[in-house]
């Protein structure tokens, strides 16, 4: 059974909220970013897709160790494309995302569809972009998380020779954009390969968002399985090299009857706990959104005070060119100005030199806006208003609202 | 229950060989080292308590993970001089040896005790020597075996200050000496701390003898202890830096009834497992000091020829120092002849470079003793009859034969 469905509820508020953040976003900070040229300052407008992606789950592991199965155990069904063997038979990167229609998209198409988070990807070619798909379906787990099934990793020539694009590469551009990474390992196929040694390589980036999967683990008996488990721990540490131990889950995940069930309570355990980890990754994806927003809010109104603050000390007639010199050369002064009179903290500054490099490429200051204070304002009831508003929406354990509190007021 | 217990004709055989090798050490292959002075070219005579020592077994840890009460396990009795507490309690090396008078022995007396092999230990000095007891007592297991319990490793401060002489380097003579190494933990305390790695550092050396012991296992659920037990691997990997993995025995190392029992029959199974390696070790002590036997024998043989060979080729009268040189010199040409008379294998022969340097510092080769045929005859008649019979008594598996076949015919 489908672990998602046990609390339906929560998974509507995170789409809701999804969606409020966008609204808010759209109608009361972009205003303000537009106004003062904030894209070009600092980072590019946000899409529909930043707001209703889905958390990204990505399976990355040597072939045949279950990466499909697994999916296929979540989901409760086969989903379109799906390929399972003893064989390496997953050949694509391939995206499992909710529809109501039912079938695959091709790379190409994927990456030039405004609603995917997809688009950057079309820099790896069509070598890539043939090797790409999404495979829709209707499922309820679908609608909380994002699957990236990946190809199995192969060792030695094979794995050169055979792929037309950089493998590692892709991998990374997954790694950094989604929320979490299951290696998967079975008892049978323990030594780390070079090839896999350098995809771990680059997860490693990203090593708060690894987990690890220890499958097929009924295959063997007891003790073997501590062999098998002790080995892949011992040369996991010198590969990922972090002094934390990664957590990893050791079952058999797919539905089938367990072979040697000794450590079946083990394993129902690992299962759940693996489980409840994954279910918690649209609120954590939640709260990762509604924290950028308000740290991005907190910065675009910075980035309004300096922006109308230099426009204001710039002279009507001559001089204008020595003066703006002399404003990105002492912009201190600006910074400690906007500070005095607005009183906000030095934390929510842009770091200046990154502000003196982007000011020098901007001609004329006078065509900075001056200070509109509506704007501001709407922005400030953003943040006193609709933000808390959506922020009670989300059901909280005590640790992550003050885990939150305390990034929004750094 | 003790577990050697189970095959006491064992124990006799293997105190039979060694006492068998002794006898024909001491008979046929002495006089012939002694003859054409060995001891000065190549290594010193071989004292009784060479055959006759028992292989030892080093236990090394962090204090309180139960090393001593793993001793007292095995022993099925305590000790004289044992103490077992949650406190870092054993502050000595104590060598626990059979005898049939129980008691303990101070180190100062140890180091001069010819009947055992402790002499050169003197070097560590009174810090080290008030540090090292031997306990004895009669007990079944010591037969076979002696233990070497360690003073538990702390961390910090305390350790440099309160012993008075270098820990690692007395724990690295050991570790040089002994036949298997115990590394111990306990489920409480993994933290590997930076006392605890440089003693394994200076263990890596011997790592082939190492075994991990992950003691007090039942004191924590299944789940705990997969968490424990993963990073200890982790950790361990990167400390002892070996690509093979290290043989990890988990279980509860006392008498007592387990407290979590979900995992009694892996316990039960590694145990076994432990037990049976350490019962292995007077059989591969034997094998071991035959084989060193047999390999001193060979190069004895081949040095008194060559020793008898340099004497014959000096003149009676004159020229005696200038023809020295010469012989030195061109020692490969007295080596071939040596090998062709003699059809001996070339691998047989001391290093050339090595005997050049001892006959350097020999004055007068005219004082070498000439070719002693009834010498040789003696050793060979101990390779072809004396040695195969002290073979044959030792219960072999086939692998166990073929391994030693092929290193002595090397
Ligand atoms: N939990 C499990 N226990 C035992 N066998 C399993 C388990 N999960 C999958 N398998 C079997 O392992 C084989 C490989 O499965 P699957 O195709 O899902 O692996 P994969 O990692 O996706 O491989 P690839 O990288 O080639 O796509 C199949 O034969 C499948 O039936
Ligand atoms: N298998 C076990 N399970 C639970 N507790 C144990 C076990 N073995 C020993 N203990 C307890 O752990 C404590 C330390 O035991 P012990 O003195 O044998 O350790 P040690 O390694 O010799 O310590 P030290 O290095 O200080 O000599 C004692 O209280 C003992 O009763
Ligand atoms: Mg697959
Ligand atoms: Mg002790």
Redesign the interface.
């Known amino acids: 059974m489908p672990f998602w469905k046990k609390d339906p509820v929560k998974k509507e508020i995170f789409t809701n909220v999804a969606e409020g953040l966008r609204q808010v976003y759209k109608s009361k900070l972009l205003p303000l970013e537009e106004a003062y040229r904030f894209h070009e300052f600092h980072s590019p407008q946000l899409d529909d897709c930043d707001f209703s992606a889905k958390p990204m789950v990505l399976l990355v592991g040597q072939y045949s160790v279950g990466k499909t199965t697994f999916i296929r155990y979540l989901l409760n069904e086969d989903f379109p494309g799906i390929r399972i063997g003893p064989e390496p038979t997953t050949d694509s990167f391939i995206a499992i995302m909710n529809n109501d229609h039912a079938g695959t998209i091709p790379g190409n198409a994927l990456v030039v569809d405004p609603s995917k988070p997809f688009r950057p990807l079309s820099k790896f070619g069509n070598a890539f972009l043939n090797r790409f798909v999404c495979s829709q379906l209707r499922n309820e787990v679908l609608e909380t998380v994002t699957f990236i099934d990946t190809p199995g990793i192969l060792s030695g020539e094979k794995q050169r020779v055979d792929r037309g694009y950089e493998f590692t590469q892709v991998l990374e551009w997954f790694a950094d954009r989604c929320d979490r990474i299951l290696l998967l390992f079975d008892v049978s196929s323990l030594d780390i390969s070079d090839e896999l040694k350098r995809a771990i390589e680059v997860l490693r980036r990203n090593d708060d968002k690894i987990r690890i999967v220890l499958n097929k683990a009924d295959t063997v008996d007891?003790?073997a399985l501590?062999?098998v488990?002790?080995?892949?721990?011992?040369?996991?540490?010198?590969v990922l090299?972090t002094?934390e131990?990664?957590r990893?889950y050791?079952g058999s995940f797919w539905s089938k009857p367990l072979q040697f069930d000794?450590?079946r309570?083990?394993f129902e355990?690992?299962t759940k706990?693996l489980f409840d980890d994954l279910e918690s990754l649209p609120k954590t994806a939640t709260l990762r959104k509604l924290n950028d927003l308000i740290k991005r809010a907190r910065l675009a109104k910075v980035h309004a005070l300096i922006v109308s603050e230099l426009r204001e000390s710039m002279p009507s007639v001559f001089g204008k060119d020595s003066k703006r010199k002399e404003l990105i050369n002492k912009l201190h002064l600006v910074y400690e100005k906007v500070q005095r009179e607005h009183n906000i903290p030095l934390g929510d500054f842009p770091k200046i030199d990154r502000m003196q490099e982007s000011l020098r490429n901007m001609q004329d200051f006078t065509k900075f806006k001056i200070l509109d204070k509506k704007l501001l304002e709407r922005v400030d009831r953003m943040l006193a208003e609709d933000v808390p508003k959506l922020m009670s929406m989300i059901p909280q354990e005590e640790h992550a609202f003050l885990q939150l509190q305390s990034q929004t007021t750094q």
């Open positions: 007891h003790q501590m062999r488990y002790g080995a892949l721990m011992w040369s996991l540490g010198k090299g002094p131990v990664c990893v050791v000794s450590n309570r083990l355990l690992e706990d």
